[in-house]
Structure formats: structure tokens, C-alpha cells
């Protein structure tokens, strides 16, 4: 009980620490020591409880849901543990994503015999608050101008994630003149393993910024604002921020590269996802502003249902 205590107190300390920080403030933002309430960790991770509490309109019982945090493309029953603790007794309601994870979580509670209910709410980020009100997002807007948001593939906790930056900076600078700025967002945990890529990025003049920490409950709301804020977003790995620029109505570009994954042994990239990357890099291989009705069917396989917001 004091280790929880403990570990909620520096929780509710750095969030207050970090309520006015945007996604400018980088450096600030990835030092901070945030570490999620001990046994409440998975649920705790980008403010993603809220979102879900806004989209279900209650209040999210700590003790009783329970959330996948981020989308798994893992398709085996048994990716369900490594995501969290779907299978504590207590919990009673499973919130994930869309159709394809509601089927493999179901397929793991009912292998374990585990009465649960399973409930998709789409994405998560149409349930986060914004970061900035509108007054000032208009304002944003108007000097950033036209914006490209750039999400390189990131690393995460027991896999350290490499590219070919000078390969992914050539290809963003052949496409830069069509825009009047280019934001690159990095995880923090990159920012702090890999200070040479901010550095790179910096010099072609890129805007480097970030979300926040991953246990830094206004995460989504910094991802938010700036997704509303680009005009079209690229990446070069899977991951949860293909689905949010869709959903808010953002085209995506997957440009391709060879990532050389560090993992340490146990970690969950022993699961291979190769097969979905190639899906999603051939649906979104072409550089282009419009958004492909199969893209919205594939999205939503995986981030479930939502109104195109316009």
C-alpha cells in the first residue's frame, strides 16, 4: 500500500508539474520522473481513462475497467496479458479499440474462463479534451500555416527503435515545399536515447515536438491539438497515430524504411506484426491529400467506429 501511495503522489505531482506545458516545451516534458500509480499502470498511460470516461459519459472505475492502452496489433488471444491485467478478478468491463481486438480479448477471457464485458469505443483521442481552446488554436494555426506533423516510429519500454534518419529527412525535405512548416513529434522516450536525431531534425529546420511523457495524463490532448493543427501527417512505422489522423479527418503517408528494433529478452516484440505493417504501408504508400474509403475500413478494423470529424 505505501509503494501505491508513493507512486500516486509523484503521479498527481508531476501532472500538476506538467498541466501547462505544451507540446513546445519537449525538453521539460520527457525529464520529468512521472511514474504511474503502482498496480493501476496500464490504465494510467495518456490520459487515455479520460478520453474513455468523456466518450462513455461516466466516470472510469479504476477498479472495476479496465483499458487497453494503445492499439495491439498483435493477433493472438494471448497479447491480451501483455497489454495490461485484463484478467485480475475484480475487473468486471474491458474497453478496447474496435472489432479486431474485441476478438482476441474475448478469445483470451474465454480460454481462461473469465466472465468479462468487452466494449469498443473507436479512438480514444475523440474522447480527449484539447490542449489549447480555440481561440488560440486558430491563432496557432495562422502562424504555423500549412503544416506537415511527422511521427517517426518510436521506442517503448524494453525495445529501443533505430532508422535511417538521413534517409527519412530527405524524403520529408522533397515534399517540404508544399508546406509552409514541418512539426516532428517524437515519443519521449527517443528524445532522451536518441538526442542526435533531435539535433538532425533542429537543423533542417524542422519544429521538434512532443507529446509528453507516456504517464502524463494530458498526452492525448497535446496529440490532439497537434494533429488538428497539420494538414497531413507521415510516418515511417505502425502505430496508434495512423488511426487518430484518419479519424480527425488527416491524410496519411507511410513512407517505408528498414527499422532496426533492440529489444531485450521477454519483450513483446517476439510477436511478429509484419504481415499488418506491409498491409497499412501498401494502403498508405501513396503521398497524397486525399483520404482512401479502404484506408477508413482498415482504420477501422482496428480503432472501431466514429463520424468523420470535418
Known amino acids: ?166 534517409d527519412l529527412i530527405e524524403y520529408i525535405k522533397s515534399k517540404s515545399f508544399y508546406f509552409d512548416s514541418v512539426f516532428v513529434c517524437l515519443y519521449w522516450k527517443d528524445i532522451l536515447l536518441h538526442p542526435n536525431y533531435v539535433e538532425r531534425y533542429k537543423k533542417e529546420g524542422f519544429v521538434v515536438v512532443s507529446n509528453g511523457h507516456r504517464s502524463d495524463p494530458l498526452f492525448l490532448s497535446r496529440q490532439k491539438d497537434l494533429i488538428m493543427l497539420s494538414d497531413m501527417m507521415m510516418t515511417n512505422g505502425l502505430g496508434t497515430h495512423i488511426g487518430y489522423s484518419i479519424c480527425l479527418n488527416k491524410p496519411v503517408y507511410y513512407h517505408k524504411q528498414n527499422i532496426l528494433i533492440n529489444k531485450k529478452p521477454q519483450s513483446e516484440s517476439q510477436y511478429s506484426v509484419s504481415d499488418i505493417e506491409s498491409e497499412f504501408a501498401e494502403a498508405f504508400r501513396e503521398f497524397s491529400s486525399i483520404i482512401t474509403e479502404r484506408q477508413v475500413d482498415l482504420v477501422k478494423q482496428y480503432w472501431g467506429e466514429w463520424e468523420m470529424v470535418e
Open 1 to 166: 500500500m505505501s509503494l501505491f501511495i508513493v507512486s500516486l503522489l509523484k503521479y498527481l505531482y508531476y501532472s500538476r508539474k506538467c498541466k501547462n506545458k505544451d507540446f513546445f516545451e519537449y525538453e521539460e516534458l520527457v525529464k520529468n520522473d512521472f511514474t504511474p500509480p503502482k498496480y493501476f499502470h496500464s490504465v494510467c498511460l495518456y490520459g487515455n481513462h479520460k478520453a474513455v470516461a468523456n466518450l462513455r459519459h461516466k466516470r472510469f472505475n479504476f477498479f472495476s475497467e479496465y483499458l487497453e492502452h494503445g492499439v495491439c496489433f498483435i493477433k493472438t488471444p494471448d497479447s491480451s496479458h501483455l497489454m495490461g491485467y485484463v484478467d485480475r478478478p475484480f475487473i468486471s468491463k474491458v474497453y478496447t479499440f474496435g472489432p479486431v481486438r474485441n476478438k482476441y480479448i474475448t478469445q483470451y477471457l474465454e480460454k481462461k474462463n473469465l466472465k468479462k464485458e468487452v466494449v469498443e469505443v473507436g479512438p480514444y483521442i475523440l474522447g480527449a479534451k484539447n490542449f489549447y481552446d480555440d481561440d488560440t488554436l486558430r491563432n496557432l494555426k495562422k502562424t504555423i500555416g500549412k503544416m506537415l506533423l511527422v511521427y517517426p516510429q518510436h521506442s517503448i519500454e524494453n525495445i529501443q527503435v533505430e532508422y535511417e534518419i538521413d
